[in-house]
C-alpha cells in the first residue's frame, strides 16, 4: 500500500512539473521564411494574390488531390477560400486576405480549425538582381499547456510546409518567367 501512494505522489509530481514547464514555454509563435528568385514581380504577386493560383504552389494542396475547396472573391483584400479534408495533415478552414498592398505586402486572416487562429503574410521586395519574398505566420498558443507543448511540433511543420511551398513558387515564378521572356524575344512587340 505504501508503494502505490509512493508511485501516486511520484506521478503527481511528474503531471505538475510538466504543466509547470508548459507554462515557461512561449505562448505567441512566429515563423517567417524567404526565397530569392528570378521572377517578375507582378507575376509572383498574382500567384500569391489570386487565390485560385495556390493549388499550383501550396503544400497543402498536394498533400489531398481530393481536397475540397470553396471560393468567394478572387484576389485582392476580401476574397478568401475555405477547405475542408479528411486527411489530417490539411484539417479544414478558412484563409481571408484582409491587407492588399499591390506588389509589396498581403495579410491573411486564417482559421484552422482544430489549431486555432492564426494570421500570416507575404513580403515582396524587388531588388537589383531578383525577387525576395518572404511567408510569415503569426499564432497565439494562448494559455492552454497542451496548446503549448504542440506549438514546438506546429512550428516545425509550419516551417516545413512554408520552405516547400516557397520553393514550388520560386520553380513556378522562374519556369514561368524564362517562358515569357523567351516568347517575347521570339514573336518581339511592335
Not at 20 to 34: D, G, T, W
Not at 48 to 68: F, G, R
Not at 112 to 135: I, M, P, Q
Request: aromatic letters at 12%.
Amino acid at each position: 500500500m505504501k508503494k502505490l501512494g509512493n508511485s501516486v505522489i511520484i506521478l503527481l509530481g511528474i503531471v505538475l512539473v510538466a504543466v509547470l514547464i508548459a507554462y515557461l514555454l512561449p505562448q505567441k509563435m512566429h515563423v517567417e521564411r524567404s526565397i530569392s528568385m528570378k521572377s517578375s514581380v507582378d507575376f509572383a504577386f498574382d500567384k500569391v494574390n489570386v487565390l485560385e493560383n495556390w493549388k499550383e504552389w501550396s503544400p497543402w494542396h498536394k498533400l489531398d488531390s481530393a481536397i475540397k475547396i470553396n471560393f468567394e472573391g478572387k484576389s485582392g483584400k476580401g476574397a478568401s477560400f475555405n477547405w475542408s479534408s479528411t486527411n489530417k495533415n490539411v484539417g479544414s478552414g478558412n484563409i481571408l486576405i484582409t491587407e492588399c498592398k499591390k506588389n509589396e505586402f498581403l495579410s491573411l486572416d486564417m482559421d484552422l480549425g482544430e489549431y486555432g487562429k492564426a494570421s500570416s503574410y507575404f513580403r515582396f521586395e524587388t531588388r537589383a538582381d531578383s525577387l525576395k519574398v518572404s511567408w510569415g505566420f503569426d499564432s497565439d498558443l494562448g494559455k492552454n499547456p497542451f496548446r503549448r507543448y504542440f506549438g514546438g511540433r506546429f512550428r516545425k511543420s509550419i516551417t516545413e510546409n512554408y520552405i516547400i511551398g516557397l520553393t514550388a513558387l520560386k520553380d513556378i515564378c522562374e519556369n514561368q518567367s524564362a517562358k515569357i521572356l523567351e516568347m517575347k524575344r521570339i514573336i518581339p512587340e511592335k
